[in-house]
Every structure is written in C-alpha cells, then in structure tokens.
C-alpha cells in the first residue's frame, strides 16, 4: 500500500491543529480560571450553572431591597422618636398649666409652647424619605397626608394602608406606618377617658367652644371597678337635667345596634334616669367604671365616658393638641370656665398618654421590623455563600489538574511539530 506525500501532510496537520486545540482550550481554562468556559465543555454543568446564576441575581436583588427597607425603617423610627419627645413635652406642659396658682397670661404662655409643639408634630407627620415620598400617608405618598382644613383643623388626606417591601421570597414587609396608626389610634389596652362635652345627634363629641358645658362641674376618673361587669366596653354618657335647686342626672348607653344612646338600666328600675345628684360632690358606678363628679351642672350638660378610639370617641393626637391650646387661650374667670379649663386638661393629658404608648408601640414594631432585617440579612448572606460553593463545584478549575494537563498538552503539541518536520524530510528523491 503506498501512502502519499499529501495524506502525510494532512495527517500530521491535523495532529497539530488538534494538539494546538486542546493545548489552547486549557490555556483558557487556566487564564479565566473555569473549567466550563464555553457550553459545549459540559452542557450539564452550564445548564445548572445559569440556575444558580440566576437564583444569585434574585438573592442579591432582595438585598438591595433590605437596604432600601432599613432606611425607610431607621428614618421612620427616628421620627417616632421625635414624635414620642414632643409627646413628653406637651404633657409636661399641660401638668405646669393645671396648677391653679397660674394666671391668665401665665396660661397663654404655656399655649404659645404648645403651638410650637403642635406645629413640629404636624412637620414630622409630613415627614419624607430620600425620594420625596411622604412616609406616613399609606400608598398616598405624593401629597402631605396631614393638612389645615377651613377651620384651621388638621385632617389626614392619606389611606390607611402601609407600603410594603419585598425583603425576601416569602417575606413582605411593611416598611412605613400610615398616620392614622401613629396619630388617630391607641394601644389596644388603652381604657376609658371621660370628656366633659356635648354630644351631636350622632351621638360623636363636639370639640370646641360650641360643645362645652354652661354648667360648673368637674370629675375625675373614670376607674375601673369590674372588668367583667356586661356593660364594660360600651360608651356612657352622663345628662344632666332637672333644676338648679333640684339637678338630675341620667346614664344613657350607646348602642351599637341601633346605633343611638338608650337608657341605661341593668336592674330595669330605672335607678339610673333622673336620679337626684348632689353637687357637693358623687361617685357614680356603671358599667364596671367609677367617675367621681363634682360641681354644680345646668341642664343640657354632659360628660362622655367611652373608651379610647372607639366610634363614640376616636382618637387623634392633633385634635388633643387643638383642645388643649384652645382652653388655655381662653380666659378662665367664671367657675364654669374653670371648670372646663380643668377637665379639658385632664381629658388632655389621658389623652398624651394613650398617644404616647400608642407611638410607643409602633416604634417597637419598627424596631422589631429591623431586628428582623438583620436576621433575614444573614439568612441571605448564608444562602449566597451556598450559591458560591455550587457555582465553583459546577464551572470553578482544578489548577492542580489543569495545570498538569497544560504541561501534558505542550509536550503532545511539540511533539506533533517535531514529528511534522521529521516527516517532511522523508522524500526518496533524498535516497537517490
């Protein structure tokens, strides 16, 4: 069989170029440090390693996203700070303005104080973020969500809902309070405050000039005396009847129901309609509560006793505010006046306290909030490192084994050039 000089030529080429293909293949492998550099090299490895790559993207993504959520989380909470030092500071204000010793002028000062409170709470309501969003209008965030309306009253104009941040795949985290959690509601163990107002038809209180009482009588309280008595829970309202000689009063029980205000009468004798009230001073009980009442009242008066943030009596801090500035501004000569001055200001000062617990437990919640970002954050740290290990498994190089089938393939490519020219120098015109 003769074998031609063209097929010896071919055959030792292609030896090379083979040789030369195997050594460059782990040339890359050496110099991107992968042993799967290109698909072909193992498709399987490749297809699981675009996984992984993938599930690294979304790993990291949630990152960012914790990020994003502790800021806002870290700026809400610095403002509940604020807001719960400003708290503290009304109500100091309102204990220096209930002692009977200050004037008028005294009293007014005290207001000018609170003004200034009051306008830092609203500035702090309408606080944003780095992006220009208003924290605590819920998804309303374009807008202040706490304005003056004509009155020159503040009204909330966001939603009641709270923006919420994906932190990681099963975990959707509010990251902002709406305001009507941090400035019209109370703690779930908030109790009874008594408001010595008129009520409208609907049954709501009246704040203000137009809703006060003519008559001179005052109270403290109210005390819970029975928590399992069946009317705990209701709201009361206290009316005031008969005449100046002779006053009465009358216990009426709103009911839901219906919804309007009835006759309380547990024993059904009627022991609690008209009954006679001695203004010298009388503790009334009912419905598991205690309220001691003293003064004389004018027919028409009378005194609210609801629970905190129930229908009959909602809660908002800024009207709190607004009643407290507005009964120190005014003059307290009469008895009546003083007496509206005093309980306006207790009414105040329980109303501070359930705001500040209430300000209090949302704060909590944020920090629990950013307790739980940390956790999360090492969570994901553990599971990122996890991806790592997979990935380098799957596509990392073995430079130990590479690095010997590097010296492997020089050897073979040089030996195929050495052989191609030995080859070359085999001719019989050579031998003649």
């Known amino acids: 069989m003769r074998i031609s000089s063209v097929t010896m030529y071919e055959q030792s080429t292609a030896s090379i170029n083979r040789q030369q293909n195997d050594f460059l293949k782990i040339s890359q492998q050496i110099a991107s440090g992968r042993r799967v550099v290109n698909p072909s090299d193992d498709p399987q490895s490749a297809a699981r390693a675009v996984r992984v790559d993938q599930s690294k993207a979304i790993t990291q993504q949630f990152e960012d996203s914790r990020v994003s959520a502790r800021n806002s989380l870290a700026q809400t909470e610095s403002i509940l700070n604020s807001i719960s030092d400003s708290v503290i500071s009304a109500k100091t204000r309102l204990v220096q ?179 006679s009230y001695d203004a010298s001073g009388e503790q009334l009980s009912f419905g598991g509560l205690s309220v001691t009442l003293k003064g004389e009242p004018v027919a028409g008066d009378e005194m609210l006793v609801a629970q905190s943030g129930s229908d009959q009596r909602p809660a908002d801090l800024f009207r709190t505010m607004e009643a407290a500035i507005r009964v120190l501004e005014t003059p307290a000569q009469t008895p009546a006046e003083k007496a509206e001055l005093r309980n306006t200001l207790n009414t105040s000062m329980r109303d501070l306290d359930n705001a500040l617990d209430n300000v209090l437990t949302v704060r909590a919640s944020a920090g629990a909030k950013l307790n739980e970002l940390d956790v999360v954050d090492a969570v994901g740290s553990n599971r990122m490192l996890n991806y790592e290990q997979t990935l380098s498994d799957l596509v990392d190089l073995d430079y130990a084994d590479a690095i010997s089938e590097y010296s492997l393939r020089q050897v073979g490519l040089q030996a195929s050039q050495k052989a191609f020219v030995d080859i070359k120098g085999m001719s019989l015109f050579d031998f003649m």
């Open 97 to 275: 303005a209930s002692s009977d010793t200050l004037s008028d002028v005294d009293r007014e000062s005290i207001a000018s104080e609170l003004k200034g409170i009051y306008e830092t709470m609203i500035g702090q309501a309408n606080a944003t973020d780095g992006n220009g969003r208003y924290l605590f209008g819920g998804y309303a965030d374009n807008a202040p969500p706490f304005v003056k309306n004509s009155e020159g009253n503040i009204e909330y104009k966001g939603d009641d809902n709270a923006r919420q941040q994906r932190i990681d795949a099963s975990r959707l985290m509010p990251v902002t309070e709406n305001g009507i959690s941090i400035f019209q509601s109370v703690p779930s163990g908030a109790g009874y405050v008594a408001e010595a107002v008129k009520s409208s038809d609907g049954g709501q209180p009246i704040a203000g000039v137009e809703g006060r009482n003519n008559g001179s009588i005052t109270f403290s309280g109210p005390q819970v005396s029975n928590v399992n008595d069946p009317g705990y829970g209701d709201s009361y309202r206290i009316v005031f009847g008969g005449t100046e000689e002779s006053p009465t009063y009358s216990v009426q029980r709103f009911d839901a129901d219906v919804p309007e205000w009835t006759a309380y009468d547990p024993e059904g004798d009627g022991s609690f309609t008209d009954s």
